[in-house]
């Protein structure tokens, strides 16, 4: 029985009673339905599962890249009519030991980061990409004395005359590195002052990552900025896993996601969020010369998402 249907009923034969003391009829049917009508308003506090969420620290700082992420996971889990709390791990995880600790169901329940064929052998994905795509367009962070080379780039063959930087066990440094790209790798947090020492020449983010991480890290690397003539372009989003074994938090979060994008709350919440539309308004997507790359870490199953679910196909 609907809580709302419930409450009406009780509500009615209540009045009803109070309208004609002394009826045993009444009173009786009031008690009757109080007998069938309770069940039905507590049941659904019962039944409720509380899910305590932790996901891996991925970086020593507060991490930007987190913020969003951590929104649509909060509005999924509301629009399932989900009860969680949510911390970071208290270790700091490289991507490769986090989905090791996902998938054995220790440290960490929750993750999100690039779709990928190899990890969903392993672990339970929600494919609804959070970023709508987003995260496979990559701007690149340099020096910012060197602008000037960049703008001379117009190739794929002329950027690999340089070298990249990427983490250890990401999706993206497989991508690049297909390509013929020269990747250099190391943790996140590394990558950062050795793009500002010289020791690679650029540092591929997606668009609504790069700004929002300088922002962050200004004070440590004050000498870089997004370079602004170049985008690499690649079908790709981070996506969350859970563990195969914890279906109900995956199931949890896809029917929460599914009924956002349904009613338009997906949307308004993407939309709503400055450092997005300020990264996409900097970006200047349309006048930059665009390299495609391939991405063949995709599963079939990804390949097949929705073209609901993304802002660039």
Known sequence: MPLRT????????????????????????????????LPA???????????????????????????????VLDLAMREAHA????????????????LRELAA?????????????????MLRPVRIPIYRGLIGYRVLLIRKDRQAE????DSLAQLKTLTGG????????????????????????????????????YFPRGVVEAWTELAARGAANPDLVVERHLLLAYRSDFIFYTSKHDDALASTIETGLRAAYRDGSYKRLFDSQP???????????A???VIHLDNRYLSDADREIPGEYWMVN
């Not at 390509?179 to 250099?184: C, D, F, P, Q, T």
């Not at 450092?275 to 997507?285: F, G, M, N, V």
């Open 275 to 285: 450092e997005i539309r300020s990264a996409l308004e900097r970006a200047e997507l």
């Open 150 to 153: 960049f703008d001379k780039i």
């Open 105 to 121: 169901g220790r440290s960490i329940n929750l993750a999100w980061v690039s779709m990928s064929a190899s990890d969903e052998a």
């Open 166 to 201: 990427q983490g250890f066990g990401w999706v993206d440094t497989g991508i690049l590195r297909d390509a013929g790209l020269n990747i250099e790798t190391s943790t996140y947090d590394s990558l950062f002052p050795m793009t500002e020492a010289g020791r690679i020449d």
């Open 41 to 71: 308003l507590f049941a659904p506090l019962a039944r409720a599962e509380h899910f305590d969420i932790v996901y891996p620290r991925l970086t020593v700082i507060d991490d930007p890249r987190a913020l969003f992420a951590k929104a």
């Open 287 to 289: 006048r930059r010369t």
């Open 83 to 98: 009860d969680y709390t949510i911390r970071p791990s208290i270790d700091v995880m490289q991507r490769e030991r986090a």
């Open 6 to 37: 419930a409450k009406t009923l009780l509500s009615r034969l209540r009045r009803h009673a109070e309208a004609t003391p002394g009826t045993r009829l009444s009173c009786r049917a009031v008690v009757t339905a109080a007998a069938l009508v």
